[in-house]
């Protein structure tokens, strides 16, 4: 029942319409399911806000607070993450319900003391700008909107029920998100405002909101289960009841937050929702995702390839989010307050992202990319160092390298302006020459040691990639010195090369290769790789593809090599990663160091390769269903890797502006872009059986290189690519690309 009541949804959601925006393909229960995490409520594009439902946390699948098995809602919360490996945020749990009062949810195999409610899938509904559900325990009909930086609530409840109550809950949260200090009062009789400081995997997280209620409301402050007199509560444990009147059966709130105060939550609400237009709030949230999502327009007659498409640009486009207020206060790393002149963002998953999703931002997303940017180097200032994974104003340090080197290069090799181009190399270059996790080894060795540094192969070529986009920075900026100095870093990579296995391994500070290799194995965090096996990290070398294939002995070993990866099939070993998913022999389409790899044909004369394993991934590694994604979506990067698979490149160096020829599977598409200059992709003779390009033109002229630069789609223009059954094996000379 469960299924069909789903199945239902999803036609309504993707049914074909001539009509129909680009909102309408959106399905937001893809990746809600399986190992997707992803965020399940209502946000704007890069929205500060995010609210949602939210489940009893039942382990790693529950890590954005919500998954699609799941029958019972203990709240809704305004902080949610999108697919990421790790749980933080659900601040702020608001729950409606009836009956006796009551201040524990109850327990996830009994929810009959507590104020949690079942739920199912039949009166379920989400949207890009309205989640509803009917919490089936008290028959109250709830529906959520939001702006930039306000929730907006609707709560219906039965006409004859007694005692109606609405939870607000600080105590509780996503995951490891643990309290260390809560406030709440009631202001007048529609405001009550407090703040949440906690501490998980953002080390030290400071939330304020103020709530407005549409109806007068009294409340009871409880410290986690004592109830405590007076109209404030400061302390660890705060809930508070709000009780509403015997007539009221209708009530909406607004909830602004802010990370500054309760008062800049107050103005975020007067400034962005000033009125009780539920509706007219969804449709201006919706025609904001329209905005955003038709800044690339589809053509194909398959509506599961939309639905796919358009969500992954929206799962794309809901990070990094807003973290200033509408007056451009914000909090710092330093947990000072600033003022800015520019938009402050936060949630950076960069070794995630900095892959596919942020390239993608320099084509989709030019007027935020100075901003990103900007609130990366005002990190920098903060902290003294480039961020490594930003949340809420602290850096998590989670994963390895520091992957904003590379995005921020991206940003000043492309030309990008309205930022310090000297203050950001500064900021790059400080970052690459300090001490972080095993950049000591690197300055003093060449090469990080395997006995001194856990994942030593993983950092060793993460950092040679950042270091490539510095010495590039560096030549452009006319720093030769500089250019020297990390040009040769970047060629690091040799130093874990293992001639006799043609593998990339740990090695020890005495320079001799660490025991017991095996390239299939994994143990998760705790070997030379990161969520991955040798085989995976054995192609980690976007920015030098041409010396990786001369490590390999030439093309011909390359190809041999390669096609290897994808057909063999071993034990990754009982304490292997769960991110090691998606896979394709040893290809490992779960997470995000294998995204480029199948592109890497391409380089050595063999696209039509390239274009037989993406085709692959494209039709049967995402679906339109909950458990549509092959791993964890991580902020956008797993779906920015479709959107420019669909439309046939794919960035493989992150750095270099290149686009590296694959596969499209649309008809056509048409991208916008600024001063009302497009760039159109046309696609003729598409099928599923011509998944081949026969030959390739740009405004009209043959084209023969492999790849397309940043440069030509920022100018405008056409592609066309000609496709057929067959491979074409002679297009991609090799001789002809550089």
């Known amino acids: 029942m469960r299924i069909l009541a789903y199945l239902t949804l999803a036609i309504l959601i993707t049914g074909c319409s001539s009509t129909n925006q680009e909102s309408d393909y959106v399905n937001t229960f893809i990746g809600t399911g399986g190992h997707g995490h992803t965020f399940l409520g209502v946000s704007t594009p890069f929205g500060g806000i995010q609210v949602g439902p939210n489940n009893f946390n039942k382990g790693w699948d529950w890590c954005s607070g919500y998954h699609f098995s799941d029958s019972i809602l203990v709240g809704f919360s305004h902080l949610h993450l999108n697919g990421t490996g790790c749980s933080d945020t659900g601040d702020i749990i608001f729950m409606p319900y009836t009956g006796v009062e009551k201040t524990q949810p109850g327990q996830q195999d009994d929810i009959t003391d507590g104020y949690a409610s079942l739920y199912s899938k039949g009166h379920e509904q989400s949207d890009v700008s309205r989640y509803k559900v009917l919490l089936e325990t008290y028959g109250i009909d709830v529906e959520l909107t939001s702006s930039d930086r306000v929730a907006f609530h609707k709560y219906k409840f039965p006409a004859d029920s007694q005692n109606k109550f609405i939870m607000i809950n600080l105590k509780d949260a996503n995951g490891d998100d643990r309290v260390t200090e809560s406030f709440l009062e009631q202001v007048n009789d529609?405001?009550?405002?407090?703040?949440?400081?906690?501490?998980?995997?953002?080390?030290?997280?400071?939330?304020?909101?103020?709530?407005?209620?549409?109806?007068?409301?009294?409340?009871?402050?409880?410290?986690?289960?004592?109830?405590?007199?007076?109209?404030?509560?400061?302390?660890?444990?705060?809930?508070?009841?709000?009780?509403?009147?015997?007539?009221?059966?209708?009530?909406?709130?607004?909830?602004?937050?802010?990370?500054?105060?309760?008062?800049?939550?107050?103005?975020?609400?007067n400034q962005e929702i000033p009125h009780w237009n539920f509706e007219r709030t969804v449709s201006e949230n919706r025609e904001r995702w329209n905005e955003e999502l038709s800044k690339v327009k589809i053509e194909t007659p398959d509506d599961n390839i939309k639905t796919i498409f358009y969500t992954s640009l929206y799962h794309a486009f809901l990070q990094p989010i807003i973290f200033n207020d509408c007056n451009n206060d914000y909090r710092g790393t330093d947990k000072k307050v600033y003022n800015s002149d520019f938009t402050n963002y936060t949630v950076f998953s960069l070794w995630d992202t900095y892959r596919a999703a942020h390239p993608l931002y320099t084509i989709l997303q030019q007027e935020r990319v100075p901003d990103f940017i900007n609130s990366m180097l005002k990190i920098y200032e903060q902290q003294g160092r480039l961020p490594v994974w930003h949340l809420y104003g602290s850096d998590t340090n989670e994963m390895i390298g520091i992957q904003s080197v590379p995005v921020i290069a991206d940003a000043i090799l492309k030309g990008f302006e309205g930022f310090d181009h000297e203050e950001a190399y500064k900021a790059m270059k400080e970052s690459m020459l300090s001490d972080y996790k095993g950049l000591q080894w690197l300055k003093e060795l060449g090469y990080i040691p395997a006995d001194k540094e856990i994942e030593s192969v993983a950092k060793g070529l993460e950092y040679a990639i950042a270091d490539w986009g510095i010495s590039q920075v560096s030549k452009k900026l006319g720093k030769a010195d500089d250019y020297e100095y990390f040009n040769n870093r970047a060629k690091g990579y040799v130093n874990y090369w293992d001639n006799g296995s043609k593998f990339f391994r740990g090695r020890r500070i005495d320079g001799s290769w660490e025991a017991n290799f095996d390239p299939v194995n994994s143990t998760h965090r705790n070997d030379a790789y990161c969520e991955g096996n040798a085989w995976q990290y054995l192609w980690l070398v976007p920015h030098d593809v041409d010396g990786l294939i001369s490590l390999m002995g030439g093309r011909e070993g390359f190809i041999s090599k390669l096609d290897s990866l994808f057909i063999l099939d071993s034990d990754l070993g009982e304490n292997a990663s769960p991110d090691i998913s998606g896979l394709i022999g040893q290809y490992a389409h779960g997470n995000e160091p294998s995204h480029h790899?199948?592109?890497?044909?391409?380089?050595?004369?063999?696209?039509?390769?390239?274009?037989?394993?993406?085709?692959?991934?494209?039709?049967?590694?995402?679906?339109?269903?909950?458990?549509?994604?092959?791993?964890?979506?991580?902020?956008?990067?797993?779906?920015?890797?479709?959107?420019?698979?669909?439309?046939?490149?794919?960035?493989?160096?992150?750095?270099?502006?290149?686009?590296?020829?694959?596969?499209?599977?649309?008809?056509?598409?048409?991208?916008?872009?600024?001063?009302?200059?497009?760039?159109?992709?046309?696609?003729?003779?598409?099928?599923?059986?011509?998944?081949?390009?026969?030959s390739v033109k740009l405004n009209g002229k043959n084209y023969n290189k492999f790849y397309i630069n940043?440069?030509?789609?920022?100018?405008?223009?056409?592609?066309?690519?000609?496709?057929?059954?067959?491979?074409?094996?002679?297009?991609f000379s090799p001789e002809t690309q550089y």
Not at 640 to 664: E, Q
Not at 713 to 730: A, R, V
Request: with cysteine; charged share 20%; aromatic share 12%.
């Open 710 to 731: 940043h440069a030509d789609i920022m100018h405008g223009g056409e592609l066309t690519f000609e496709m057929g059954e067959k491979p074409n094996k002679t297009l």
């Open 597 to 694: 790899i199948a592109y890497l044909y391409a380089f050595a004369g063999e696209q039509w390769k390239t274009a037989e394993k993406i085709d692959y991934i494209l039709h049967n590694l995402y679906k339109n269903a909950p458990d549509g994604l092959q791993g964890n979506e991580d902020c956008g990067q797993m779906s920015a890797w479709y959107v420019f698979s669909a439309l046939g490149f794919y960035p493989v160096n992150p750095s270099d502006g290149k686009y590296v020829f694959g596969r499209p599977i649309i008809d056509k598409a048409t991208i916008k872009l600024d001063s009302d200059k497009t760039f159109t992709i046309t696609v003729l003779n598409n099928s599923m059986k011509n998944k081949y390009i026969q």
């Open 190 to 269: 529609t405001v009550v405002r407090g703040y949440r400081f906690s501490t998980g995997w953002a080390k030290a997280q400071q939330i304020y909101f103020t709530a407005i209620f549409s109806e007068p409301v009294g409340i009871k402050l409880y410290d986690d289960t004592c109830f405590v007199e007076g109209k404030s509560l400061k302390n660890k444990y705060v809930k508070g009841n709000v009780s509403l009147q015997q007539e009221t059966t209708d009530i909406s709130i607004k909830v602004g937050i802010s990370p500054v105060s309760m008062e800049n939550a107050y103005r975020n609400i």
